[in-house]
């Protein structure tokens, strides 16, 4: 989940590029152009024109600073073709091998199980029909986040184990000590 500091810090960046886009600074370098025309001495024109010059770098540094961030950002929430691809190929190794051991464990308990299993495998294949690229795309365009909604709580289960883990571990050995 999206802790509240980086959503503000993401909303004054935007906040900030509204401001930059909204100063104007081409109508104010045309300003100080048009008045650095009329001074003649060189050395106050060349202090004009050096202000003008870092004030468009340093404004043009900021805006890609926050392009970057943004990037990043949305980087870190979508999931690409490929990996739509790669994941839709685990998926359907992962279901065959699943299937495949299921049959044959089905196998010993009779034709029933057999028919449970198989109709169970359907619903893997409709299951796995679903990650698509066409599908997980349209997803994200409404908002859905894969990463949020999936992958945060699949991290939250797999740190909850190892803790688990190793707090066996620990009572286990202090056990044997006494």
């Given at each position: 989940?999206?802790?509240?500091?980086?959503?503000?810090?993401?909303v004054?960046?935007?906040?900030?590029?509204?401001?930059?886009?909204?100063?104007?600074?081409?109508?104010?370098v045309?300003?100080?152009?048009?008045?650095?025309?009329?001074?003649?001495?060189?050395?106050?024109?060349?202090?004009?024109?050096?202000?003008?010059?870092?004030?468009?770098?340093?404004?043009?540094?900021?805006?890609?600073?926050?392009?970057?961030?943004?990037?990043?950002?949305?980087?870190?929430?979508?999931?690409?073709?490929?990996?739509?691809?790669?994941?839709?190929?685990?998926?359907?190794?992962?279901?065959?091998?699943?299937?495949?051991?299921?049959?044959?464990?089905?196998?010993?308990?009779?034709?029933?199980?057999?028919?449970?299993?198989?109709?169970?495998?359907?619903?893997?294949?409709?299951?796995?029909?679903?990650?698509?690229?066409?599908?997980?795309?349209?997803?994200?365009?409404?908002?859905?986040?894969?990463?949020?909604?999936?992958g945060?709580?699949?991290?939250?289960?797999?740190?909850?184990?190892?803790?688990?883990?190793?707090?066996?571990?620990?009572?286990?050995?202090?056990?044997?000590?006494?």
């Amino acid at each position: 989940m999206m802790d509240m500091n980086y959503a503000q810090s993401l909303v004054d960046m935007g906040v900030r590029l509204a401001e930059l886009a909204v100063k104007g600074t081409t109508s104010a370098v045309n300003r100080k152009i048009r008045v650095a025309k009329e001074i003649k001495e060189v050395e106050k024109l060349r202090m004009i024109y050096d202000e003008i010059i870092n004030e468009v770098l340093l404004e043009r540094e900021e805006v890609v600073r926050i392009a970057q961030v943004y990037k990043s950002e949305l980087d870190r929430i979508m999931i690409s073709d490929e990996d739509i691809e790669h994941l839709h190929n685990t998926v359907s190794r992962i279901l065959e091998i699943f299937t495949a051991i299921q049959l044959a464990s089905a196998a010993l308990k009779g034709e029933e199980e057999i028919c449970r299993v198989a109709a169970q495998a359907e619903s893997y294949k409709q299951i796995k029909e679903l990650i698509s690229v066409d599908t997980l795309k349209t997803m994200q365009l409404l908002g859905f986040n894969y990463k949020a909604a999936i992958g945060e709580p699949l991290t939250q289960l797999c740190a909850d184990a190892i803790s688990a883990f190793g707090q066996k571990n620990k009572t286990v050995n202090t056990s044997k000590k006494h």
